[in-house]
């Protein structure tokens, strides 16, 4: 059974923070891949997109996502990461890929300047048009959709919690010392 639990969805939708919350509720591990790029890579999101084109970031997070190995994490991918086939298959593999789906008003509140924010753009303007050429991508690829408008951040994870557990997709964290089964 796979062990994770993979968050999509678009910039500003609350990947990071509802990620945090939820592993805490579930004694899992929490990887923000966003961060680790720019940990490995000692630059900003921003500052990479700059230097290597949008679609040379796509290329370096999906081999990046394609390399993650973990167990009983929850993992907060950038809201780009569905352009890279290899590393969703591969995320696919090790996790239960959940869609976080937020009105796109509310997205725009929360996302301001698009440029600071290194946001992969393909030659798009609004957040209205990377939500339509993503929108696809997020309902292919996730097995789950939490629709988020009107929810509090404790309703979403208790919400999320609650449906994972009904489908049997969540296993208990590892305790500590605990051999692999």
Do not use: W
């Not at 968050?7 to 899992?28: D, F, R």
């Not at 796109?104 to 957040?127: C, I, S, Y």
Request: charged share 25%; hydrophobic share 40%.
């Amino acid at each position: 059974m796979k062990s994770n639990i993979v968050l999509i969805g678009m910039p500003g939708v609350g990947k990071s923070t509802l990620g945090v919350v939820l592993a805490k509720q579930l004694g899992y591990d929490f990887v923000d891949t966003d961060l680790i790029i720019q940990h490995k890579y000692g630059r900003t999101l921003q500052e990479l997109i700059e230097k290597r084109g949008d679609e040379g970031f796509i290329e370096l997070e999906n081999h990046e996502l394609s390399e993650i190995v973990c167990e009983h994490t929850v993992i907060a991918t950038g809201g780009s990461a569905v352009y890279g086939a290899d590393a969703m298959k591969h995320l696919a593999q090790i996790g239960t890929i959940i869609y976080l789906d937020a009105p796109e008003q509310e997205l725009e509140d929360r996302l301001g300047d698009l440029d600071a924010r290194g946001v992969v753009r393909n030659g798009k303007e609004t957040v209205r048009e990377i939500f339509e050429e993503r929108l696809y991508l997020y309902m292919h690829y996730a097995q789950i959709t939490i629709q988020l408008t009107g929810k509090t951040l404790r309703t979403a994870v208790d919400d999320t919690v609650r449906l994972l557990k009904s489908q049997g997709l969540v296993l208990p964290a590892k305790e500590p010392g605990e051999a692999e089964a």
